[in-house]
C-alpha cells in the first residue's frame, strides 16, 4: 500500500471482503475517490439525516442536521463526478416547523402540483395548516394533515395535539414518522406510538385515511403499535403498509409488524395480517425497496441485532387475519437475515446492536443490474478510533446462504465520535450509484465514488 505525505491520508483498494478505506484528502486531491460536503453553516449535527431522489439527469441529496429541532436542511444536486459544494437550497423547515426523524423523498408531484421530485421533512404549521411538512424542487411548501382526537379512545395523545405540543417546544415525546414507497406513484403512511394510529395518503392527495387498528391496540395498553413504518410498492402497482409495534420495553414478549395491502384502483385496505416476530425489538426499525430482483419490493425488518428480509409480494398474498401468535398462513415469505461482522480494522458490532438497522439505503454500486443494501453503522471503531463509524454493504439472495457482507466504507484518517453511517443514502450518477454517508461528529456528508465490487463501480476518474 503506498503511503503519501501526512497532508494525504493513505489510499486503500479494496479487496471483495474488505473496508474500503478512503480518505479525507478531496480538499488537497481534486480527484480523490471520496467527496466531502461539510455544513453550509448553522445546522447542528450536519449529515445526521440524509435522503436522496433521482432527478432526469443526476440526483439531489437533501441533508438534515439533529432531528426533532427546528434546524435548517440543505439540498444539493449531484449530477457527475465533480459535484457542487454548495447547496442549491437551504432553509425548509424554518419557523412553526419541527425537523423530524427522517427525511421522505416523493418521486412524482406532491398534492401542491409542484416540480417533483419532493421531499416530507418534518411537522409543523404552514399558513394556518398544521400537519406534515413537505418541499419540492421549485421550492413550494406543502402540507399534509394529520388525524385529530380519536373519539373511541379520548385519552390517548392525538397526532395533531403531537405536533402542536412540538410546536410549543415539548419534544419529550416521539413525533410522527413516515415513509413513501419508492414508485412513480408513491403513496405515504405515517405513524405515532403515542397516539398508537396508523394512516395513508393516497398517491397524489393530502387526504389521510385512518388504517384499521388491531385488537391488541384498544386492549393491551402495553402494545407499542406505531413504533416504525414502511411503504412497499408491488407489482401491478398495489402497496402494502407495514407498522412495527417492537415491544422493545418488554423482553418477555415478542414483537410483530401488522401489513396491510392497499389496492390502487380503490385506495382501500383490501386485506391485512400480522407478521410474527422470535423476540422482543422485532420491528424496531422498518425499511423497504428491491433487493432480489422481482417486481415487488422487499420489507426490512430489524430485530434488534439483525435484520430480516421478507419477499412483499408473499407478504401481500397472505389471507386477512388479525391474530399475531400464529405463523402466517401461506408461504413463508423470509428471504434472508444479515448481521454486523467485525474485520480486522472494523470491530464493535456487540456493543452496538440498537444501531444496526436504523440507517439502510438501496442502490446498484457496481451498474450491473441488481441492488446492494447499505447499512450505516456510526458507533463502530475504526483502527482503534472509538465511534469513528463506518458503512457496511451486502448483497442480498434469494439463497439466504450466498447473502454476505461484499464491502466496507470507511475513513483512512477517522477521529473519535465522527459516526459515520449515521445516515446513509444511494445517489445516482452516470451508470451506477454511489454512498453517502453522513458524519455528524464532524459535520460533514461523504460520498464514496468508487467501488470495491467493480464493473460501472469503478468508472470515473476518481478511482485508481
Same mark, same amino acid.
Given at each position: 500500500?503506498? *503511503?503519501r ?5 493513505v ?21 480523490s475517490p471520496v /467527496? !466531502?460536503?461539510t455544513?453550509? @453553516?448553522?445546522i447542528?449535527?450536519f449529515?445526521?439525516?440524509?435522503a436522496?431522489?433521482r432527478?432526469?439527469?443526476g ?7 439533529q432531528?426533532n ?10 449530477? $457527475?463526478?465533480r459535484?457542487?459544494s454548495?447547496?442549491v &437550497?437551504?432553509g ?11 427525511? +421522505?423523498?416523493?418521486l412524482?408531484?406532491a398534492?401542491s402540483?409542484?416540480?417533483p ?5 418534518g411537522?409543523?404549521d404552514?399558513a394556518g395548516?398544521?400537519g406534515?411538512?413537505?418541499?419540492? =424542487? ?13 373519539p373511541?379512545?379520548? =385519552? ?16 419529550? =415525546? ?6 413513501a414507497?419508492?414508485?412513480q406513484?408513491?403513496? #405515504?403512511a405515517?405513524?405515532?406510538s403515542?397516539s !398508537? !394510529? ?16 388491531p385488537?391488541a391496540?384498544? *386492549? ?6 406505531g413504533?416504525? /413504518?414502511? #411503504?412497499?410498492?408491488?407489482?401491478g @402497482?398495489?402497496h402494502?403498509v407495514?407498522?412495527?409495534a ?8 415478542n414483537?410483530?409488524?401488522?401489513f396491510? %395491502?392497499?389496492e !390502487?384502483a *380503490?385506495n ?9 416476530? $422470535? %423476540?422482543?425489538g ?6 423497504a425497496g ?9 420489507l ?8 430480516q ?7 401481500a398474498? =397472505?389471507?386477512?387475519? &388479525?391474530?399475531?401468535d400464529?405463523p402466517l398462513a ?5 428471504v ?9 480494522? #472494523?470491530?464493535g ?6 444501531s444496526?438497522g436504523?440507517?439502510?439505503?438501496i442502490?446498484?454500486?457496481?451498474g450491473?443490474g441488481?441492488?446492494e443494501l ?10 482503534g478510533v472509538? @465511534?469513528?463509524?463506518?458503512?457496511l454493504?451486502?448483497?442480498?439472495d434469494a &439463497?439466504?446462504?450466498?447473502s454476505?457482507i461484499v464491502? +466496507? ?7 473519535n465520535g ?5 445516515a /446513509? ?15 455528524p461528529?464532524?459535520?460533514? /456528508? ?6 470495491s ?5 469503478r468508472n470515473s476518474? %476518481?478511482?485508481p
Amino acid at each position: 500500500m503506498p *503511503t503519501r505525505s501526512s497532508t494525504i491520508a493513505v489510499l486503500c483498494l479494496c479487496a471483495s471482503l474488505p473496508a474500503c478505506s478512503w480518505s479525507r484528502f478531496d480538499d488537497i486531491r481534486n480527484e480523490s475517490p471520496v /467527496v !466531502r460536503i461539510t455544513n453550509p @453553516g448553522a445546522i447542528p449535527g450536519f449529515g445526521a439525516r440524509l435522503a436522496s431522489a433521482r432527478l432526469d439527469a443526476g440526483s439531489v441529496l437533501l441533508v438534515g442536521g439533529q432531528p426533532n429541532s427546528a434546524s435548517s436542511l440543505a439540498q444539493y444536486s449531484i449530477a $457527475d463526478d465533480r459535484p457542487a459544494s454548495s447547496p442549491v &437550497d437551504v432553509g425548509f423547515c424554518g419557523q412553526a416547523c419541527v425537523s423530524g426523524a427522517s427525511l +421522505t423523498p416523493l418521486l412524482s408531484a406532491a398534492p401542491s402540483g409542484s416540480t417533483p421530485p419532493c421531499f416530507l421533512f418534518g411537522a409543523g404549521d404552514r399558513a394556518g395548516a398544521r400537519g406534515l411538512l413537505g418541499r419540492c =424542487q421549485d421550492r413550494v411548501d406543502f402540507v399534509y394533515p394529520v388525524p385529530g382526537a380519536d373519539p373511541a379512545h379520548p =385519552q390517548d395523545v392525538s397526532p395533531a395535539e403531537l405536533v402542536d405540543q412540538a410546536l410549543a417546544g415539548d419534544l419529550s =415525546q416521539p413525533l410522527i414518522q413516515q415513509a413513501a414507497s419508492a414508485d412513480q406513484q408513491p403513496l #405515504v403512511a405515517a405513524v405515532s406510538s403515542v397516539s !398508537r !394510529r396508523a394512516w395513508f395518503y393516497p398517491p397524489a392527495s393530502s387526504a389521510f385515511q385512518l388504517l384499521p387498528s388491531p385488537d391488541a391496540v384498544a *386492549t393491551d395498553q402495553g402494545e407499542d403499535f406505531g413504533a416504525a /413504518v414502511a #411503504v412497499l410498492a408491488l407489482a401491478g @402497482g398495489d402497496h402494502l403498509v407495514a407498522v412495527s409495534a417492537p415491544r422493545i420495553d418488554d423482553p418477555s414478549r415478542n414483537g410483530h409488524v401488522w401489513f396491510y %395491502r392497499i389496492e !390502487r384502483a *380503490t385506495n382501500q385496505v383490501s386485506s391485512w395480517g400480522c407478521l410474527p416476530g $422470535d %423476540r422482543s425489538g422485532f420491528g424496531l426499525y422498518l425499511s423497504a425497496g428491491q433487493l432480489v430482483g422481482d417486481a415487488s419490493d422487499e420489507l426490512l425488518v430489524t430485530s434488534i441485532d439483525s435484520i430480516q428480509i421478507y419477499d412483499g409480494s408473499v407478504l401481500a398474498a =397472505q389471507p386477512l387475519s &388479525d391474530q399475531c401468535d400464529a405463523p402466517l398462513a401461506s408461504a413463508d415469505p423470509h428471504v434472508a437475515s444479515l448481521s454486523c461482522v467485525d474485520s480486522a480494522a #472494523v470491530v464493535g458490532c456487540n456493543r452496538s446492536p440498537l444501531s444496526f438497522g436504523r440507517s439502510t439505503a438501496i442502490g446498484d454500486l457496481d451498474g450491473d443490474g441488481v441492488n446492494e443494501l447499505v447499512v450505516g453503522m456510526p458507533e463502530l471503531d475504526v483502527d482503534g478510533v472509538h @465511534g469513528a463509524g463506518a458503512v457496511l454493504v451486502y448483497h442480498v439472495d434469494a &439463497d439466504p446462504t450466498r447473502s454476505s457482507i461484499v464491502e +466496507t466504507d470507511r475513513l483512512a484518517s477517522p477521529s473519535n465520535g465522527d459516526a459515520l453511517g449515521s445516515a /446513509v443514502a444511494t445517489v445516482r450518477v452516470g451508470d451506477r450509484d454511489v454512498v453517502a454517508a453522513g458524519a455528524p461528529g464532524a459535520a460533514t /456528508v461523504f460520498l464514496f465514488y468508487c467501488s470495491s465490487l467493480g464493473g460501472a463501480g469503478r468508472n470515473s476518474f %476518481r478511482c485508481p
